[in-house]
């Protein structure tokens, strides 16, 4: 089963690689990972897209929460979201490809069905963007190939993804729009207290042994 985890880290030399270390140790798959900033420029944004088992979401979070630069985990798939992937694809279109001269014309009309737009014309091809879900993406992909058509490259950013709606207080208070402060009146900053996040979630002790290896 895919799960899919917005991460919100700091912005540090070797975040990636702790995370992707994460993942291997305990034995998950990746099947897609995107980072880029945030709304915050000492933070970024992971969306995590992984194969596993249906009752394992909590015990990634758990694990990922267990990483000094973790911010704010949310598991979007338990939610309304808007998801999201890019493409880039390149099809050969020249005067030797099998479809021949009216390739160019058959390709804008596909393009048009799916909505993808003609982002670059040569001589021998045609690169066409498409935003959308991975299916519709897919689709794309399964007419051009069974058209006849040759795929030349394919470039996919992977899933991004956003609730939808308004932030929850635990997400403006990791976004540090409301800093907590301790009995002496010290703000803490914008980490959300471990428990405070997973409220009164049972976590496993699977991986209680899971820790961040030494860099």
Do not use: W
């Not at 014309?105 to 993808?116: C, G, H, K, P, T």
């Not at 009995?183 to 900053?189: E, I, K, L, R, S």
């Amino acid at each position: 089963m895919l799960h899919t985890f917005v991460a919100l880290v700091e912005d540090k030399p070797g975040v990636l690689t702790r995370v992707a270390s994460l993942f291997r140790r305990l034995n998950i798959n990746i099947v897609s990972l995107t980072v880029g900033e945030s709304e915050r420029p000492d933070t970024s944004r992971m969306t995590i897209v992984c194969d596993a088992h249906e009752h394992a979401a909590h015990r990634i979070r758990a694990s990922l929460y267990k990483l000094e630069t973790t911010v704010h985990v949310d598991e979007v798939d338990r939610s309304a979201a808007v998801v999201r992937e890019l493409c880039l694809m390149k099809i050969a279109v020249g005067p030797d490809s099998p479809n021949g001269s009216h390739s160019r014309s058959q390709i804008f009309e596909l393009a048009n069905v799916f909505r993808a737009r003609v982002v670059d014309l040569a001589p021998e091809s045609i690169m066409l963007e498409m935003t959308g879900s991975s299916s519709k993406i897919e689709g794309l992909v399964q007419v051009i190939t069974e058209s006849g058509y040759t795929i030349l490259e394919v470039s996919r950013t992977g899933r991004m993804a956003m609730r939808r709606g308004h932030h929850t207080s635990r997400v403006l208070s990791a976004l540090g729009s409301r800093p907590k402060a301790d009995g002496n009146g010290d703000n803490h900053g914008s980490k959300l207290d471990f428990h405070d996040n997973l409220g009164d979630e049972i976590l496993p002790n699977e991986f209680e042994n899971v820790h961040e290896e030494e860099i």
